[in-house]
């Protein structure tokens, strides 16, 4: 074997590979050519700024991890370094891994930087976040990439109760970045069988209070934002359309259609469940994919008030909001992280008593007032009406009173 | 005999099975000997046309019977039949 010093290697290096100037990278990315292109310097080196376009490998994790992000070997792969001297050196790395188009990157992120085009400065994990969401961060599906959008996304919860318990919990853990809490409700003492973000010394308070305790102490790093009042018509576009997406956990027909609507009004995906005894049903509506229903697809209309057992006397499982409210937490992680097939279009239905999961399709009616083809209903109705119950009525003093909203 | 799953709230009338044989050639057919067996079952999933009530959606296998014929969707031994209402943690059918 020849010995060869490090400029004798560098040369070497460059003769044997492809080398792009920054001008005709610029040339190939901004005719819209498909190209990998990774950064492998360092990360204190990549979050004082990268390639708009580029994915983050250390030079001691590039053979390890390049599959991941191009496994097609005939694919053009650009990488590059600070000055085009490491990548030179790595991308015969990778053309020993059968990469037949590598290209290094000369005078590297400086190169780039210094012929006037622009660059990214990522927003980054601090320290104490990398450990906190180093179990996420190493899910490849995830990343800091995907950990970082799940801290900048907001999520409004319909409820702090059953499902909005769990739900919250995981999401907060999970460091979505703001939660909304729409309930009105103060915490009761049949309230802790099952709703988990309360406890015995929270009894009285309003619950989006005790909630923003409870994710406080779990994860600082929530934006807790109380919507401390009915979800109504009147209020409901209003506090809905700053959210990315909506968990529902009402136990009313009205306020399903409600939210329902008022999320396909303003294009927000809908994780919908409920539960009763021991069965719980999930599913998601997402007005931005053509081919998902509707609640209203699913359930034109609501049953008839008097035909249906009230919640306190049907009762549930204090568990099984803990199963589907922990499920709707999964589906806005997937959704928000852009991973993995969202529950669209179908319907999971779980019987705890038989332990049995099983999905159902469920598909858009064309026929849909909302989201149909021709559409009747365009703005938010009197749901109590729709619902066949009194609508809410307003006080000689002005204030307006709600039917009494129970959350599972 | 097709499996027909029961949602919770009918359970009342089938005795607590959350699983009941029935025979018949099509869903309208399999629903009237369901209703002989539990009788008024089908008052809680008929209207007064005899249609399903609009809160309440039939499954064939993973299919709504919407997309498929109806009540007059065929049904053979193998396949399970899934009631599924609308529920709202608590109102329910």
């Known amino acids: 074997m020849s010995r060869l010093n490090r400029d004798q290697l560098v040369a070497l290096a460059k003769s044997q590979i492809i080398e792009w100037s920054p001008q005709e990278l610029k040339q190939h990315l901004d005719a819209g050519e498909k190209l990998t292109v990774v950064d492998i310097r360092e990360r204190d080196e990549f979050v004082q700024g990268h390639l708009p376009s580029s994915t983050f490998i250390p030079r001691g994790h590039l053979e390890l991890q390049i599959e991941q992000h191009q496994q097609d070997r005939e694919a053009p792969v650009v990488i590059y370094c600070a000055g085009g001297v490491r990548s030179a050196l790595a991308a015969r790395n990778l053309q020993e891994m059968g990469y037949e188009n590598v290209i290094s990157l000369i005078g590297g992120f400086n190169g780039w930087k210094n012929a006037g085009y622009d660059f990214k400065i990522p927003t980054v994990l601090t320290e104490d976040q990398r450990i906190r969401y180093s179990r996420h961060t190493i899910l490849s599906e995830l990343g800091e990439a995907g950990q970082i959008k799940l801290l900048e996304s907001k999520v409004l919860l319909i409820g702090a109760g059953g499902l909005g318990s769990p739900a919250a919990i995981y999401l907060a853990a999970a460091g979505v970045g703001t939660l909304g809490i729409v309930d009105f409700d103060t915490v009761d003492v049949s309230n802790l069988q099952r709703q988990i973000l309360h406890g015995n010394k929270d009894v009285g308070r309003p619950k989006v209070e005790s909630a923003r305790d409870r994710i406080h102490d779990m994860n600082p790093d929530v934006k807790v934002i109380g919507h401390m009042e009915p979800i109504t018509s009147a209020n409901a576009l209003d506090i809905i359309k700053d959210y ?165 | 005999m097709a499996t027909l799953f029961v949602p919770t709230p009918l359970r009342r009338l089938t005795g607590g099975a959350s699983k009941v044989e029935v025979q018949g050639d099509n869903i309208g057919a399999l629903l009237q000997a369901l209703d002989q067996q539990y009788p008024g079952v089908n008052e809680r999933l008929l209207d007064g046309d005899g249609n399903v009530k609009r809160f309440i959606n039939i499954f064939v296998n993973d299919d709504e019977i919407g997309s498929l014929q109806g009540l007059n969707t065929p049904v053979s031994d193998s396949d399970k039949v899934s009631i599924v209402p609308a529920m709202a943690g608590g109102a329910i059918v």
Request: aromatic share 6%.
């Open chain 1, 244 to 408: 990315d997406i909506v968990l529902n956990g009402s136990d009313n027909f009205p306020t399903r259609y409600l939210v329902n609507d008022a999320c396909q009004f303003l294009g927000k995906p809908l994780v919908d469940a409920s539960i009763f005894m021991f069965e719980g049903q999930v599913t998601v509506y997402d007005p931005n994919d053509a081919n998902s229903p509707c609640y209203r697809c699913l359930y034109p209309d609501p049953p008839p008030p008097g035909e249906v057992p009230s919640c306190a006397e049907g009762g549930v499982l204090g568990v099984l909001p803990g199963i589907v409210g922990s499920l709707q937490a999964v589906e806005a992680i997937k959704m928000l992280a852009g991973i993995g097939e969202p529950l669209i279009g179908r319907l999971l239905m779980i019987d705890t008593l038989d332990m049995s999961f099983r999905t159902l399709k469920v598909r858009k009616n064309p026929e849909c007032p909302v989201c149909g083809e021709h559409p009747t209903v365009t703005e938010l109705i009197d749901y109590e009406q729709f619902c066949g119950l009194p609508s809410s009525v307003a006080h000689p003093n002005g204030q307006t009173t709600e039917r009494e909203l129970v959350l599972a």
